[in-house]
Protein backbone atom coordinates (compact mmCIF):
# COMPACT_ATOMS: atom_id res chain seq x y z
CA UNK A 1 0.00 0.00 0.00
CA UNK A 2 1.35 3.25 -0.92
CA UNK A 3 2.27 5.85 1.57
CA UNK A 4 1.16 9.63 0.80
CA UNK A 5 3.12 12.92 2.13
CA UNK A 6 0.68 15.90 2.11
CA UNK A 7 1.74 18.93 2.63
CA UNK A 8 -0.32 21.32 5.00
CA UNK A 9 -0.01 24.55 6.70
CA UNK A 10 0.97 24.71 10.60
CA UNK A 11 -1.74 26.34 12.26
CA UNK A 12 -1.23 29.00 15.08
CA UNK A 13 -2.67 29.14 18.26
CA UNK A 14 -4.53 25.40 19.08
CA UNK A 15 -2.96 24.94 22.43
CA UNK A 16 -4.18 21.87 24.04
CA UNK A 17 -6.22 22.66 27.18
CA UNK A 18 -6.52 20.64 30.53
CA UNK A 19 -7.32 17.75 28.49
CA UNK A 20 -5.98 17.72 25.00
CA UNK A 21 -7.16 19.78 21.91
CA UNK A 22 -11.23 20.27 22.10
CA UNK A 23 -12.86 22.54 19.28
CA UNK A 24 -16.08 22.92 17.39
CA UNK A 25 -16.59 19.67 15.31
CA UNK A 26 -16.70 22.79 12.14
CA UNK A 27 -13.13 23.50 13.26
CA UNK A 28 -11.63 19.70 13.35
CA UNK A 29 -13.56 19.16 10.26
CA UNK A 30 -11.10 22.10 8.03
CA UNK A 31 -8.95 20.00 5.90
CA UNK A 32 -5.59 18.90 7.41
CA UNK A 33 -7.02 20.15 10.65
CA UNK A 34 -6.95 16.72 12.79
CA UNK A 35 -4.49 15.33 10.60
CA UNK A 36 -1.83 18.08 11.57
CA UNK A 37 -2.45 17.08 15.16
CA UNK A 38 -2.35 13.95 14.88
CA UNK A 39 1.13 13.79 12.73
CA UNK A 40 2.57 16.50 15.52
CA UNK A 41 1.75 13.63 18.19
CA UNK A 42 3.45 10.77 15.93
CA UNK A 43 6.38 13.09 15.16
CA UNK A 44 7.02 13.31 19.03
CA UNK A 45 7.01 9.90 19.25
CA UNK A 46 10.20 7.70 19.07
CA UNK A 47 11.53 5.42 16.97
CA UNK A 48 10.49 2.38 18.77
CA UNK A 49 7.04 3.18 18.01
CA UNK A 50 7.16 0.75 14.95
CA UNK A 51 5.63 -2.54 15.38
CA UNK A 52 4.83 -1.12 18.46
CA UNK A 53 0.47 -1.15 19.36
CA UNK A 54 -1.60 1.87 19.28
CA UNK A 55 -5.57 2.08 20.78
CA UNK A 56 -8.11 4.08 19.21
CA UNK A 57 -11.35 4.34 20.47
CA UNK A 58 -13.40 7.51 21.34
CA UNK A 59 -17.23 8.19 22.78
CA UNK A 60 -18.98 7.56 19.87
CA UNK A 61 -20.05 11.64 19.39
CA UNK A 62 -19.81 13.25 15.69
CA UNK A 63 -17.12 12.89 13.65
CA UNK A 64 -15.94 9.80 15.87
CA UNK A 65 -15.94 7.23 13.09
CA UNK A 66 -14.21 9.85 10.33
CA UNK A 67 -11.76 10.60 12.95
CA UNK A 68 -11.11 7.23 13.47
CA UNK A 69 -10.55 6.26 9.83
CA UNK A 70 -7.85 9.06 9.16
CA UNK A 71 -5.90 8.18 12.10
CA UNK A 72 -5.83 4.34 11.07
CA UNK A 73 -4.77 5.50 7.74
CA UNK A 74 -2.02 7.84 9.88
CA UNK A 75 -1.22 5.40 12.17
CA UNK A 76 -0.41 2.90 9.39
CA UNK A 77 2.03 5.55 7.65
CA UNK A 78 3.57 5.70 10.86
CA UNK A 79 4.43 2.12 10.94
CA UNK A 80 2.61 1.05 14.44
CA UNK A 81 2.35 -2.96 14.31
CA UNK A 82 -1.32 -3.35 15.69
CA UNK A 83 -4.07 -0.54 16.49
CA UNK A 84 -6.47 -1.99 19.14
CA UNK A 85 -10.07 0.15 18.05
CA UNK A 86 -13.10 -0.81 19.72
CA UNK A 87 -16.12 -1.88 17.82
CA UNK A 88 -17.99 1.03 16.36
CA UNK A 89 -14.67 3.11 17.07
CA UNK A 90 -16.10 3.38 20.67
CA UNK A 91 -14.19 3.34 24.19
CA UNK A 92 -14.74 4.91 27.43
CA UNK A 93 -11.81 7.05 28.66
CA UNK A 94 -11.43 4.72 31.31
CA UNK A 95 -11.52 1.71 29.05
CA UNK A 96 -9.24 3.01 27.03
CA UNK A 97 -7.13 3.33 29.84
CA UNK A 98 -7.36 0.04 30.91
CA UNK A 99 -7.21 -1.30 27.72
CA UNK A 100 -3.81 0.04 26.76
CA UNK A 101 -2.68 -1.18 30.35
CA UNK A 102 -3.82 -4.82 29.77
CA UNK A 103 -2.07 -4.89 26.47
CA UNK A 104 0.97 -2.52 27.33
CA UNK A 105 0.28 -0.69 24.54
CA UNK A 106 2.92 2.70 23.50
CA UNK A 107 0.00 4.71 23.78
CA UNK A 108 -3.29 5.84 22.67
CA UNK A 109 -5.61 8.42 21.19
CA UNK A 110 -8.77 9.03 22.71
CA UNK A 111 -11.51 11.07 20.88
CA UNK A 112 -13.67 12.97 22.88
CA UNK A 113 -14.66 16.40 23.86
CA UNK A 114 -15.94 14.50 27.34
CA UNK A 115 -18.52 16.48 28.69
CA UNK A 116 -19.32 19.21 26.59
CA UNK A 117 -22.11 18.91 23.35
CA UNK A 118 -21.66 17.16 20.50
CA UNK A 119 -23.57 16.89 16.93
CA UNK A 120 -22.28 18.40 13.81
CA UNK A 121 -22.96 22.42 16.02
CA UNK A 122 -20.89 20.92 18.88
CA UNK A 123 -17.44 19.82 19.82
CA UNK A 124 -14.86 17.65 19.44
CA UNK A 125 -11.64 16.50 21.25
CA UNK A 126 -8.60 14.62 20.88
CA UNK A 127 -5.78 13.30 23.43
CA UNK A 128 -2.74 11.27 23.59
CA UNK A 129 -2.59 8.80 26.38
CA UNK A 130 0.69 7.08 27.31
CA UNK A 131 1.94 3.86 27.54
CA UNK A 132 0.98 3.85 32.00
CA UNK A 133 -2.82 4.52 30.39
CA UNK A 134 -2.54 8.36 31.31
CA UNK A 135 -3.06 11.44 29.50
CA UNK A 136 0.55 13.17 28.26
CA UNK A 137 2.21 14.84 30.51
CA UNK A 138 2.78 18.15 30.29
CA UNK A 139 6.40 18.51 28.60
CA UNK A 140 4.39 16.08 25.72
CA UNK A 141 2.06 18.24 25.36
CA UNK A 142 3.87 21.57 24.97
CA UNK A 143 6.18 19.19 22.09
CA UNK A 144 3.11 18.47 20.72
CA UNK A 145 1.80 22.21 20.20
CA UNK A 146 5.53 23.15 19.32
CA UNK A 147 5.26 20.91 16.25
CA UNK A 148 2.04 22.28 15.18
CA UNK A 149 3.22 25.41 14.86
CA UNK A 150 5.85 24.76 12.11
CA UNK A 151 4.60 21.35 10.86
CA UNK A 152 4.08 21.36 6.62
CA UNK A 153 3.43 17.86 5.90
CA UNK A 154 1.56 14.46 7.24
CA UNK A 155 1.89 11.21 6.06
CA UNK A 156 -1.35 8.37 5.26
CA UNK A 157 -1.56 5.55 3.54
CA UNK A 158 -4.26 5.27 0.66
CA UNK A 159 -6.40 2.32 1.70
CA UNK A 160 -10.15 2.03 1.93
CA UNK A 161 -12.14 2.58 5.04
CA UNK A 162 -11.62 -0.74 7.66
CA UNK A 163 -15.07 -2.27 8.93
CA UNK A 164 -15.47 -1.49 12.56
CA UNK A 165 -19.07 -3.17 12.97
CA UNK A 166 -17.71 -6.34 13.83
CA UNK A 167 -14.81 -8.52 15.96
CA UNK A 168 -11.72 -9.35 13.91
CA UNK A 169 -8.48 -8.18 12.50
CA UNK A 170 -7.42 -6.47 9.13
CA UNK A 171 -4.34 -4.98 7.52
CA UNK A 172 -3.81 -1.72 6.22
CA UNK A 173 -0.56 -1.43 4.47
CA UNK A 174 1.96 -3.29 7.42
CA UNK A 175 -0.50 -2.39 10.54
CA UNK A 176 -3.02 -4.99 11.99
CA UNK A 177 -6.37 -3.12 12.81
CA UNK A 178 -7.42 -5.37 15.71
CA UNK A 179 -11.30 -4.62 16.38
CA UNK A 180 -11.70 -5.23 19.97
CA UNK A 181 -15.18 -5.46 22.29
CA UNK A 182 -14.85 -2.17 23.81
CA UNK A 183 -16.33 -3.83 27.59
CA UNK A 184 -14.76 -6.80 28.34
CA UNK A 185 -11.00 -5.50 29.19
CA UNK A 186 -12.65 -2.95 31.11
CA UNK A 187 -15.75 -5.05 32.59
CA UNK A 188 -12.84 -7.72 34.16
CA UNK A 189 -11.27 -5.19 35.97
CA UNK A 190 -13.59 -3.90 38.03
CA UNK A 191 -14.43 -7.53 38.78
CA UNK A 192 -11.50 -8.02 39.92
CA UNK A 193 -11.83 -4.90 42.26
CA UNK A 194 -14.75 -4.65 43.68
CA UNK A 195 -17.03 -7.55 45.76
CA UNK A 196 -19.69 -8.07 42.68
CA UNK A 197 -21.52 -11.19 45.07
CA UNK A 198 -22.37 -8.80 47.63
CA UNK A 199 -23.33 -5.85 44.93
CA UNK A 200 -25.25 -8.73 43.08
CA UNK A 201 -27.12 -9.18 45.92
CA UNK A 202 -27.79 -5.39 47.00
CA UNK A 203 -29.74 -5.18 43.63
CA UNK A 204 -31.36 -8.20 44.01
CA UNK A 205 -32.88 -6.89 47.46
CA UNK A 206 -36.51 -5.73 47.07
CA UNK A 207 -36.48 -2.22 48.75
CA UNK A 208 -33.58 -1.63 46.49
CA UNK A 209 -33.69 0.09 43.15
CA UNK A 210 -31.08 2.08 41.64
CA UNK A 211 -31.04 3.88 38.12
CA UNK A 212 -28.24 4.56 35.99
CA UNK A 213 -28.11 7.83 33.30
CA UNK A 214 -26.35 7.20 30.47
CA UNK A 215 -27.11 10.96 28.88
CA UNK A 216 -27.07 9.06 25.72
CA UNK A 217 -23.29 8.73 26.04
CA UNK A 218 -19.87 6.36 25.84
CA UNK A 219 -21.43 4.72 29.14
CA UNK A 220 -24.82 2.91 27.84
CA UNK A 221 -23.13 -0.50 26.72
CA UNK A 222 -20.33 -0.59 29.80
CA UNK A 223 -23.50 0.55 32.28
CA UNK A 224 -25.62 -2.56 30.54
CA UNK A 225 -22.87 -4.87 30.16
CA UNK A 226 -21.69 -4.47 34.29
CA UNK A 227 -25.03 -3.91 36.16
CA UNK A 228 -27.76 -5.23 34.27
CA UNK A 229 -25.42 -8.05 32.95
CA UNK A 230 -22.62 -9.15 35.46
CA UNK A 231 -24.33 -8.50 38.43
CA UNK A 232 -28.10 -8.92 37.75
CA UNK A 233 -29.77 -5.60 38.03
CA UNK A 234 -33.16 -5.27 36.05
CA UNK A 235 -33.21 -4.23 32.68
CA UNK A 236 -34.14 -0.90 32.10
CA UNK A 237 -31.92 -0.27 34.99
CA UNK A 238 -29.45 1.99 32.94
CA UNK A 239 -31.43 4.57 30.61
CA UNK A 240 -30.48 6.57 28.29
CA UNK A 241 -28.08 3.31 27.02
CA UNK A 242 -27.68 4.23 23.46
CA UNK A 243 -25.11 6.49 22.40
CA UNK A 244 -25.96 9.48 20.44
CA UNK A 245 -23.59 11.17 17.89
CA UNK A 246 -25.42 14.25 19.41
CA UNK A 247 -26.14 12.86 22.97
CA UNK A 248 -29.58 12.92 21.77
CA UNK A 249 -29.37 16.60 21.69
CA UNK A 250 -28.29 16.62 25.72
CA UNK A 251 -25.92 18.12 27.41
CA UNK A 252 -23.74 14.86 28.63
CA UNK A 253 -21.94 16.33 32.05
CA UNK A 254 -23.87 14.47 34.80
CA UNK A 255 -24.59 17.39 37.54
CA UNK A 256 -27.98 18.44 38.94
CA UNK A 257 -28.57 20.92 35.91
CA UNK A 258 -28.10 18.56 33.05
CA UNK A 259 -29.18 15.23 34.73
CA UNK A 260 -31.91 17.16 36.53
CA UNK A 261 -34.42 13.98 35.48
CA UNK A 262 -32.40 11.67 37.70
CA UNK A 263 -32.34 14.19 40.24
CA UNK A 264 -35.78 14.45 39.99
CA UNK A 265 -37.07 10.85 40.05
CA UNK A 266 -34.60 10.22 43.36
CA UNK A 267 -36.47 12.68 44.92
CA UNK A 268 -40.07 11.71 44.18
CA UNK A 269 -40.95 9.23 46.78
CA UNK A 270 -43.21 7.11 44.51
CA UNK A 271 -40.24 6.36 41.81
CA UNK A 272 -39.24 3.58 44.50
CA UNK A 273 -35.83 4.58 43.81
CA UNK A 274 -32.96 4.30 46.66
CA UNK A 275 -29.45 5.23 44.21
CA UNK A 276 -29.23 7.24 41.14
CA UNK A 277 -25.99 7.89 39.03
CA UNK A 278 -24.76 9.30 35.97
CA UNK A 279 -21.41 9.89 33.83
CA UNK A 280 -20.58 11.53 31.00
CA UNK A 281 -19.79 11.58 27.14
CA UNK A 282 -16.90 9.69 27.22
CA UNK A 283 -17.06 7.80 30.52
CA UNK A 284 -14.88 9.19 33.32
CA UNK A 285 -16.91 11.57 35.38
CA UNK A 286 -19.94 10.09 37.83
CA UNK A 287 -22.91 11.89 39.71
CA UNK A 288 -24.30 10.25 42.50
CA UNK A 289 -27.29 10.65 43.92
CA UNK A 290 -29.08 9.36 46.49
CA UNK A 291 -33.15 9.52 48.01
CA UNK A 292 -33.20 13.28 47.42
CA UNK A 293 -29.59 14.08 48.24
CA UNK A 294 -27.36 15.01 45.54
CA UNK A 295 -23.52 14.08 46.59
CA UNK A 296 -20.61 16.71 45.97
CA UNK A 297 -18.33 15.30 43.72
CA UNK A 298 -15.48 16.84 46.81
CA UNK A 299 -17.77 14.93 49.66
CA UNK A 300 -17.91 11.41 47.39
CA UNK A 301 -14.05 11.85 46.76
CA UNK A 302 -14.04 12.09 50.64
CA UNK A 303 -16.19 9.05 51.52
CA UNK A 304 -15.01 6.84 48.99
CA UNK A 305 -11.78 7.33 51.33
CA UNK A 306 -13.08 6.91 54.62
CA UNK A 307 -15.22 3.67 52.96
CA UNK A 308 -12.12 2.14 51.62
CA UNK A 309 -12.28 -0.86 53.73
CA UNK A 310 -15.71 -2.24 52.33
CA UNK A 311 -13.94 -2.51 48.69
CA UNK A 312 -11.28 -5.65 48.44
CA UNK A 313 -9.05 -3.80 46.20
CA UNK A 314 -8.56 -1.37 49.10
CA UNK A 315 -9.33 -3.00 51.97
CA UNK A 316 -5.43 -3.56 52.61
CA UNK A 317 -4.86 0.17 52.83
CA UNK A 318 -4.51 3.26 51.20
CA UNK A 319 -0.76 4.58 50.27
CA UNK A 320 -2.51 8.18 50.21
CA UNK A 321 -4.79 10.36 48.30
CA UNK A 322 -4.93 13.25 46.03
CA UNK A 323 -7.11 15.68 44.83
CA UNK A 324 -7.20 18.79 42.19
CA UNK A 325 -6.36 22.26 44.17
CA UNK A 326 -9.78 23.59 43.84
CA UNK A 327 -11.80 20.53 45.17
CA UNK A 328 -12.58 20.77 49.05
CA UNK A 329 -10.42 19.89 51.58
CA UNK A 330 -12.78 16.73 52.98
CA UNK A 331 -10.69 14.44 51.91
CA UNK A 332 -7.10 16.05 53.39
CA UNK A 333 -9.48 15.32 56.81
CA UNK A 334 -9.82 11.93 56.09
CA UNK A 335 -6.22 11.53 55.11
CA UNK A 336 -5.17 12.67 58.41
CA UNK A 337 -7.68 10.59 60.20
CA UNK A 338 -6.15 8.08 58.47
CA UNK A 339 -2.81 8.83 58.64
CA UNK A 340 -1.74 8.98 55.02
CA UNK A 341 -0.66 11.64 52.69
CA UNK A 342 -2.90 14.01 50.82
CA UNK A 343 -1.36 15.71 47.58
CA UNK A 344 -3.09 18.65 46.31
CA UNK A 345 -2.37 19.06 42.63
CA UNK A 346 -2.82 21.02 39.72
CA UNK A 347 -6.76 20.56 37.77
CA UNK A 348 -6.28 17.96 35.27
CA UNK A 349 -5.61 14.10 35.57
CA UNK A 350 -2.25 13.90 34.26
CA UNK A 351 -1.19 14.95 37.66
CA UNK A 352 -2.21 12.21 39.41
CA UNK A 353 -0.64 10.28 36.96
CA UNK A 354 2.91 10.64 37.89
CA UNK A 355 1.50 10.17 41.98
CA UNK A 356 -0.52 6.84 41.07
CA UNK A 357 2.88 5.55 38.84
CA UNK A 358 4.93 6.03 42.02
CA UNK A 359 2.79 4.44 44.31
CA UNK A 360 2.71 7.83 46.43
CA UNK A 361 -1.65 7.58 46.19
CA UNK A 362 -4.19 4.85 45.66
CA UNK A 363 -7.30 7.39 45.25
CA UNK A 364 -7.84 10.78 44.08
CA UNK A 365 -10.18 13.02 42.71
CA UNK A 366 -11.74 16.51 41.13
CA UNK A 367 -14.38 18.73 42.37
CA UNK A 368 -15.43 18.17 38.48
CA UNK A 369 -16.54 14.66 38.89
CA UNK A 370 -13.69 13.20 38.49
CA UNK A 371 -13.01 9.92 40.97
CA UNK A 372 -10.69 6.92 40.02
CA UNK A 373 -8.17 4.84 41.48
CA UNK A 374 -4.51 3.38 40.92
CA UNK A 375 -6.59 0.82 38.67
CA UNK A 376 -6.38 2.75 35.41
CA UNK A 377 -4.89 6.27 34.61
CA UNK A 378 -8.02 8.13 33.91
CA UNK A 379 -10.68 8.98 36.14
CA UNK A 380 -13.84 6.42 36.01
CA UNK A 381 -17.51 7.03 36.32
CA UNK A 382 -18.84 3.80 36.62
CA UNK A 383 -16.01 2.72 38.86
CA UNK A 384 -17.46 5.12 41.40
CA UNK A 385 -20.64 4.22 40.77
CA UNK A 386 -18.71 0.34 41.87
CA UNK A 387 -17.66 1.90 44.54
CA UNK A 388 -20.63 3.61 45.66
CA UNK A 389 -22.48 -0.02 45.63
CA UNK A 390 -20.12 -1.39 47.26
CA UNK A 391 -20.19 0.12 50.63
CA UNK A 392 -24.15 0.49 50.09
CA UNK A 393 -24.01 -3.24 50.21
CA UNK A 394 -21.83 -3.24 53.29
CA UNK A 395 -22.98 -0.70 55.73
CA UNK A 396 -26.43 -1.53 54.37
CA UNK A 397 -27.08 2.63 55.09
CA UNK A 398 -28.81 4.68 52.71
CA UNK A 399 -26.60 7.60 50.70
CA UNK A 400 -27.56 10.51 52.50
CA UNK A 401 -27.37 8.90 56.08
CA UNK A 402 -23.72 7.89 55.39
CA UNK A 403 -22.69 11.20 53.98
CA UNK A 404 -24.57 12.92 57.25
CA UNK A 405 -22.78 10.61 59.26
CA UNK A 406 -19.23 11.31 57.72
CA UNK A 407 -20.33 15.06 58.22
CA UNK A 408 -20.83 14.42 61.96
CA UNK A 409 -17.15 12.67 61.84
CA UNK A 410 -15.25 14.69 60.31
CA UNK A 411 -17.18 18.37 59.73
CA UNK A 412 -18.55 19.23 56.29
CA UNK A 413 -16.83 21.44 54.11
CA UNK A 414 -19.75 23.41 52.42
CA UNK A 415 -19.16 23.71 48.39
CA UNK A 416 -19.81 24.91 45.31
CA UNK A 417 -18.98 26.36 42.05
CA UNK A 418 -19.77 28.94 40.42
CA UNK A 419 -18.92 29.72 36.58
CA UNK A 420 -19.24 32.40 34.55
CA UNK A 421 -19.22 31.28 30.75
CA UNK A 422 -18.17 32.70 27.39
CA UNK A 423 -16.62 35.57 28.55
CA UNK A 424 -14.78 37.81 26.55
CA UNK A 425 -11.04 36.79 26.49
CA UNK A 426 -9.71 40.18 27.30
CA UNK A 427 -12.14 40.55 29.88
CA UNK A 428 -10.91 37.46 31.24
CA UNK A 429 -7.29 38.32 31.18
CA UNK A 430 -7.86 42.00 32.91
CA UNK A 431 -9.70 40.23 35.68
CA UNK A 432 -7.08 38.08 36.70
CA UNK A 433 -4.39 40.43 35.87
CA UNK A 434 -6.03 43.19 38.68
CA UNK A 435 -6.69 39.83 40.94
CA UNK A 436 -3.04 38.72 41.04
CA UNK A 437 -1.69 42.49 41.17
CA UNK A 438 -3.88 42.31 44.30
CA UNK A 439 -2.49 39.39 46.05
CA UNK A 440 0.41 40.96 47.72
CA UNK A 441 -1.94 43.08 49.83
CA UNK A 442 -4.73 40.00 50.78
CA UNK A 443 -3.12 38.44 53.77
CA UNK A 444 -3.98 39.87 57.28
CA UNK A 445 -6.76 42.05 55.30
CA UNK A 446 -10.53 41.76 56.51
CA UNK A 447 -13.02 41.03 54.12
CA UNK A 448 -16.64 40.72 54.42
CA UNK A 449 -16.56 39.76 57.74
CA UNK A 450 -13.46 37.00 57.72
CA UNK A 451 -9.70 37.15 57.85
CA UNK A 452 -7.47 36.36 54.75
CA UNK A 453 -4.83 34.23 56.54
CA UNK A 454 -2.79 33.50 52.50
CA UNK A 455 -3.44 34.66 49.11
CA UNK A 456 -1.51 33.02 45.88
CA UNK A 457 -1.34 32.10 42.56
CA UNK A 458 -1.37 28.38 42.84
CA UNK A 459 2.15 26.51 41.88
CA UNK A 460 2.98 22.99 41.70
CA UNK A 461 6.44 20.73 41.80
CA UNK A 462 5.88 17.38 41.11
CA UNK A 463 7.06 15.33 43.66
CA UNK A 464 8.46 12.60 41.67
CA UNK A 465 9.98 13.87 38.52
CA UNK A 466 10.66 17.72 39.64
CA UNK A 467 8.33 19.24 36.76
CA UNK A 468 6.73 23.08 37.84
CA UNK A 469 3.52 24.54 37.16
CA UNK A 470 2.60 27.84 37.35
CA UNK A 471 -0.40 29.99 37.05
CA UNK A 472 -2.99 27.29 37.92
CA UNK A 473 -5.73 29.21 39.98
CA UNK A 474 -5.37 32.10 42.60
CA UNK A 475 -6.09 30.51 45.85
CA UNK A 476 -7.67 32.89 48.97
CA UNK A 477 -7.83 31.18 52.24
CA UNK A 478 -9.70 32.14 54.66
CA UNK A 479 -9.89 31.83 58.31
CA UNK A 480 -11.40 28.87 59.58
CA UNK A 481 -11.01 26.76 56.93
CA UNK A 482 -13.01 28.27 54.47
CA UNK A 483 -11.92 29.15 50.66
CA UNK A 484 -12.01 30.93 47.49
CA UNK A 485 -10.40 29.96 44.67
CA UNK A 486 -10.83 31.76 41.01
CA UNK A 487 -9.31 29.66 38.16
CA UNK A 488 -10.10 29.70 33.91
CA UNK A 489 -11.50 26.71 32.40
CA UNK A 490 -9.07 24.41 30.18
CA UNK A 491 -11.97 22.98 28.57
CA UNK A 492 -14.36 25.17 27.21
CA UNK A 493 -14.34 26.01 23.53
CA UNK A 494 -15.94 29.15 23.35
CA UNK A 495 -14.25 32.73 25.08
CA UNK A 496 -12.95 32.40 28.45
CA UNK A 497 -15.38 30.50 31.62
CA UNK A 498 -14.29 31.47 34.65
CA UNK A 499 -14.49 29.29 37.71
CA UNK A 500 -15.12 30.63 41.12
CA UNK A 501 -14.96 28.06 43.70
CA UNK A 502 -16.30 28.60 47.18
CA UNK A 503 -15.12 26.52 50.06
CA UNK A 504 -16.58 27.14 53.98
CA UNK A 505 -15.99 24.61 56.57
CA UNK A 506 -18.41 23.94 59.58
CA UNK A 507 -17.98 21.92 62.18
CA UNK A 508 -20.97 22.21 64.09
CA UNK A 509 -23.35 19.65 62.77
CA UNK A 510 -26.90 21.24 64.24
CA UNK A 511 -25.23 24.01 60.80
CA UNK A 512 -24.93 20.79 58.48
CA UNK A 513 -28.74 21.46 56.89
CA UNK A 514 -28.24 25.00 56.10
CA UNK A 515 -28.53 25.37 52.78
CA UNK A 516 -25.49 25.88 50.93
CA UNK A 517 -25.86 28.59 48.41
CA UNK A 518 -26.81 30.37 51.90
CA UNK A 519 -23.98 28.69 54.11
CA UNK A 520 -21.90 30.54 51.32
CA UNK A 521 -23.50 33.93 50.55
CA UNK A 522 -21.03 35.35 52.65
CA UNK A 523 -18.02 34.40 50.53
CA UNK A 524 -19.60 35.18 46.96
CA UNK A 525 -19.89 38.45 48.50
CA UNK A 526 -16.22 38.14 49.30
CA UNK A 527 -15.56 37.26 45.59
CA UNK A 528 -16.93 39.71 44.61
CA UNK A 529 -15.35 42.34 46.21
CA UNK A 530 -11.45 40.85 45.57
CA UNK A 531 -12.39 40.08 42.06
CA UNK A 532 -14.26 42.75 40.64
CA UNK A 533 -16.41 40.25 38.53
CA UNK A 534 -19.72 42.31 37.28
CA UNK A 535 -17.50 45.29 36.97
CA UNK A 536 -15.21 43.29 34.48
CA UNK A 537 -17.31 40.82 32.86
CA UNK A 538 -20.80 42.86 32.96
CA UNK A 539 -22.31 39.79 34.71
CA UNK A 540 -24.37 40.08 37.66
CA UNK A 541 -24.17 36.35 38.28
CA UNK A 542 -23.09 33.12 37.49
CA UNK A 543 -24.24 30.64 34.49
CA UNK A 544 -23.69 27.56 36.38
CA UNK A 545 -24.17 26.93 39.79
CA UNK A 546 -23.28 23.73 40.63
C1 LIG B 1 -10.79 17.56 32.22
C2 LIG B 1 -9.67 16.90 32.96
C3 LIG B 1 -9.96 16.95 34.44
C4 LIG B 1 -10.24 18.37 34.90
C5 LIG B 1 -11.27 19.01 34.04
C6 LIG B 1 -11.29 20.48 34.37
O1 LIG B 1 -11.96 16.83 32.46
O2 LIG B 1 -9.54 15.56 32.55
O3 LIG B 1 -8.89 16.39 35.11
O4 LIG B 1 -10.70 18.41 36.20
O5 LIG B 1 -10.94 18.88 32.69
O6 LIG B 1 -12.05 21.17 33.49
P1 LIG B 1 -11.94 22.75 33.45
O7 LIG B 1 -10.54 23.09 33.04
O8 LIG B 1 -13.00 23.13 32.47
O9 LIG B 1 -12.27 23.23 34.84
P2 LIG B 1 -12.79 16.17 31.28
O10 LIG B 1 -13.83 15.33 31.95
O11 LIG B 1 -13.35 17.37 30.55
O12 LIG B 1 -11.79 15.40 30.48
Given at each position: ?????????????Q????????????????????E??????????????????????????????????I???MA??????R???????????????????????F????????H???????????????????P????????????????N???????????????G?????????????????????????????R??????????????????????????????????????TV?????L????????????V???????????????????????????????????????P???????A????????????????????????????????L??P??????????????L?A???????E?S?????????E??GL????????????R??????I??????????N?Y???????????????????????????????????????????????????????K?????????G???????S????E?????????R??????????????A?????????K???????T?????D???
Amino acid sequence: MRVVTVCTKPFAGQKPGTSGLRKKVKVFSQPGYLENFVQSIFDNLPNEVKGKTLVLGGDGRYFNDTAIQIILRMAAATGFGRVLVGRGGILSTPAASAVIRKHAAFGGIILSASHNPGGPAGDFGIKYNLANGGPANETFTEAVYQRTQSINRYSCVEAPDVDLGALGETTIGITTVQVIDPVADYAELQETLFDFDRIAALLARPGFRMRFDAMHAVTGPYAQAILEGRLGAPAGTVVNAIPLPDFGGGHPDPNPVYAADLVTALADPHSGLSFGAASDGDGDRNMIVGRDFIVSPSDSLAVLAANHACVPAYSGGLAGVARSMPTSCAVDRVARSLGIPCFETPTGWKFFGSLLDAGKVTLCGEESAGTGSNHVREKDGLWAVLFWLNILAARNEPVAEIVREHWRKFGRNVYSRHDYEGIETAKADRLFAELRGKLPELPGAEISGMRVEAADDFAYTDPVDGSRSEKQGVRVLLQGGSRVVFRLSGTGTEGATLRVYLERYVADAALHDVPTQTALAPLVELAEKIANITAITGRNAPDVIS
